[in-house]
């Protein structure tokens, strides 16, 4: 193995099916009518996504006293599925006024929405890779739900061209960790 410079990369793309079809209806015939090599919804909104953050793990342990007062640290007995936060969040750059994060409002609020009867949204995958873009470990986080989307600050005084970002917020019920590194590779 060589020590290199460059980054290892992840890889997270939104499934087939995660936007829902009142979404896609709403914003595809305006994506169609832009000069953008997008077919669909899924292709702009995973082409924009900038970056994940992965849930922290945080141990918890157990004091015992023993004889004469002496403290002893031990390991707590919480499973180790619960020590994870099951928060995370993906950022995304917004595009041409603001499509993205539009796309992902609507779809915040049709999930939230109560004549929608789904309690989760996809199970979402996350794999990193090493330099080579070999995957070395996959990440799936089961039983999604979205929860936040970050706020967007309208300002006249900054009207130059520059990229901006928002942030869409997640929570899970459960996160599986996939070693998938293979002798030889």
Do not use: W
């Amino acid at each position: 193995m060589l020590l290199n410079s460059k980054n290892s990369n992840f890889f997270f793309v939104f499934p087939r099916g995660f936007f829902p079809k009142a979404v896609t209806d709403k914003y595809l015939p305006y994506l169609k009518k832009q000069p953008q090599a997008y077919d669909s919804i899924d292709q702009l909104m995973n082409s924009s996504i900038q970056s994940i953050t992965f849930p922290d793990l945080t141990s918890t342990t157990v004091d015992q006293t023993r004889y004469l007062g002496k403290k002893a640290t031990y390991k707590g007995a919480v499973p180790v599925q619960d020590l994870f936060s099951r928060n995370f969040n993906v950022s995304f750059r917004n595009v041409d006024g603001y499509l993205t994060y539009f796309i992902m409002l609507d779809t915040l609020l049709y999930f939230l929405n109560f004549k929608n009867y789904d309690v989760h949204s996809s199970d979402l995958v996350l794999r990193i890779t090493d330099n080579s873009g070999y995957i070395i470990t996959s990440v799936s986080f089961k039983e999604t739900v979205l929860t936040t989307i970050g706020n967007l600050e309208f300002n006249y005084t900054q009207n130059a061209p520059q990229y901006s970002n928002f942030t869409l917020g997640f929570t899970c019920n459960y996160i599986d960790i996939i070693l998938e590194a293979k002798d030889g590779i």
